[in-house]
């Protein structure tokens, strides 16, 4: 357990569909991260907050769109989805931003896009 | 950007060292190394961290060479449940936003 949970840990959806993956974290933390990782592939930075604002937005496609409404809270919003958006993704936190902060990551939510 | 090159995969037997070594040779002076591992469909968890020479703690100890372009993790006596990826995760002190770059990954496997 890391204090960090997401929700739901399994999706599938359609190429059509709009769902949102939901991030929730119990540490008091000031930066919140979405990563995807996909088969056999690094960790891939997606989105990055600190303090509720986006402090980087790593070319992700539009179809991809995140909300942080409060320090505890990070959604992705997801619309319009390819086959190839299928991957694992990972939500994480950490005090404040920058590498000697010990980013605590989510058990992710496993989404298949059909 | 300090970009992170690890290899793809190592096998190791229980009890043996294990020596991961990552290579960064852009790191910038303010950056720090952190090493993390991730079972599978598991997110990663911090396993140790170090700016330069030597750091250990109860899991691993970590080198980072004077010229601070390399560093090795070094997991004592390994087990099969250290089984796991271990990514190298080279980036600024502070803020640095989507600078936090994870490499590869080793695939480590350990069998009896």
């Known amino acids: 357990e890391t204090g960090v949970t997401q929700t739901p840990r399994h999706l599938v959806m359609g190429m059509t569909n709009k769902k949102s993956l939901k991030c929730e974290q119990h540490l008091g933390h000031n930066a919140m991260y979405w990563y995807k990782q996909s088969a056999k592939k690094p960790l891939e930075l997606m989105f990055v907050?600190?303090?509720?604002?986006?402090?980087e937005n790593n070319s992700v496609p539009s179809r991809f769109s995140p909300e942080c409404p409060n320090s505890s809270h990070l959604f992705l919003h997801l619309h319009t989805l390819q086959p190839e958006d299928s991957a694992l993704y990972l939500c994480?936190?950490?005090?404040?931003?920058?590498?000697?902060?010990?980013?605590?990551f989510g058990p992710g939510t496993r989404l298949l896009v059909l | 950007l300090a970009k992170t090159t690890q290899p793809i995969s190592m096998d190791s037997y229980e009890g043996q060292e294990v020596n991961i070594t990552c290579s960064h040779n852009?790191?910038?002076?303010?950056?720090?190394i952190t090493w993390y591992q991730q079972f599978p469909s598991q997110g990663p968890r911090f396993i140790i961290q170090g700016y330069k020479t030597k750091v250990t703690n109860e899991v691993a100890s970590l080198f980072i060479p004077a010229d601070r372009k390399s560093s090795t993790l070094s997991l004592p006596r390994v087990s099969l449940s250290d089984t796991a990826v271990y990514y190298c995760l080279v980036g600024p002190l502070t803020g640095g936003g989507n600078k936090l770059t994870f490499g590869t990954g080793t695939q480590l496997k350990v069998e009896l």
């Open positions: 852009n790191i910038a002076t303010n950056d720090y």
């Open positions: 994480a936190s950490s005090q404040d931003l920058g590498s000697r902060e010990t980013q605590y």
């Open positions: 907050y600190s303090l509720e604002e986006r402090v």
